[in-house]
């Protein structure tokens, strides 16, 4: 499978030393990365997709950008993952600079994983098989180890016991589910959503902000998500950036967002939402 195959399926990975441990990766290092974009530009041919982007996404913090669609926040995300390259400017992670450099950045990468819009499921596996593939096909674990894993982090997205399920049985939330435990397999630094409320209906979005809110109480990682739905950004962000026409017009806590005075904000608020969760 190509590395772009994996990353549609939300598999991915920076697989380093062996610390001697019953897994080849210690995956109780986790930590949360900082993220530095720097004037950051995007041409599609004549179409300039990010323009001059400046963003600090601290470590740790649930990080949502919202945003009506075709503003390029999805081509942002992708570039965090160099799954676009930039025309100029550049990310830096923990300070080590993406694009300029290919070599390394210190004894220990950092681990990334993304869940798609899409969920990505593979339809043929159980759930189980789901979550534990990165770790089987990477030989990272012991099998007993793998289990555990796939256990503990079903357990934490609500689908305890759910390991035997086809994939094609499960409903649109519990698709979501399975693909963020997937994606938590790794224990990520990073973890990245794209449109993670794109197909659920409003009480599946609310129970999907409160399984990422809960995690939050047990991961260190850094969250970025892509949404444009504004109520759920609020909800579960520690901070928003609001994208328009290719630019960051603002960025705030979300009492921040919520009394902007910036007309494109306020406008987006307007359209989108008939009533804003109070805090
Ligand atoms: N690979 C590509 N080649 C050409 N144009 C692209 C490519 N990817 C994105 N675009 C264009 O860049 C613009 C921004 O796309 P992007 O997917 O980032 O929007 P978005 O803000 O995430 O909106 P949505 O929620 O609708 O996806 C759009 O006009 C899109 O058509």
Not at 176 to 197: C, F, G
Request: proline share 3%; charged share 30%; net charge negative.
């Amino acid at each position: 499978m190509s590395v772009f195959e994996k990353l549609k399926h939300g598999l991915t990975g920076s697989i380093l030393h062996d610390d001697g441990c019953e897994c080849t990766v210690n995956l109780n290092d986790t930590r949360g990365v900082d993220i530095k974009v720097e004037k950051l530009n995007k041409y599609f041919g004549e179409l300039h997709v990010l323009q001059d982007i400046d963003l600090e996404i601290f470590a740790g913090e649930t990080f949502s950008i919202i945003g009506p669609s075709g503003t390029g926040k999805s081509v942002l995300l992708k570039h965090i993952v160099k799954l676009e390259h930039p025309d100029s400017g550049e990310i830096y992670i923990d300070g080590f600079p993406i694009f300029a450099n290919n070599k390394k950045q210190s004894e220990r990468d950092y681990r990334y994983s993304m869940v798609f819009q899409s969920s990505a499921l593979f339809n043929s596996l159980t759930v189980g098989e789901n979550v534990g593939l990165w770790l089987r096909e990477k030989r990272i674990c012991k099998e007993y180890k793998i289990k555990e894993i796939i256990k503990e982090k079903l357990d934490q997205v609500g689908l305890a016991g759910k390991e035997n399920l086809r994939t094609s049985e499960l409903s649109g939330g519990m698709k979501k589910r399975v693909a963020i435990a997937r994606s938590l397999a790794m224990n990520p630094d990073l973890i990245l959503y794209d449109e993670p409320t794109a197909e659920l209906d409003p009480v599946t979005t609310d129970e999907l902000a409160n399984t990422i809110l809960k995690l939050k109480e047990t991961t260190k990682n850094t969250t970025v998500i892509v949404t444009h739905d504004l109520n759920f950004a609020l909800y579960i962000s520690d901070r928003i950036a609001m994208m328009h026409g290719g630019r960051i017009v603002e960025v705030g806590t979300p009492a921040e967002i919520k009394k902007s005075q910036n007309p494109i904000v306020k406008g987006f608020i307007y359209t989108t939402t008939k009533g804003i969760r109070e805090d």
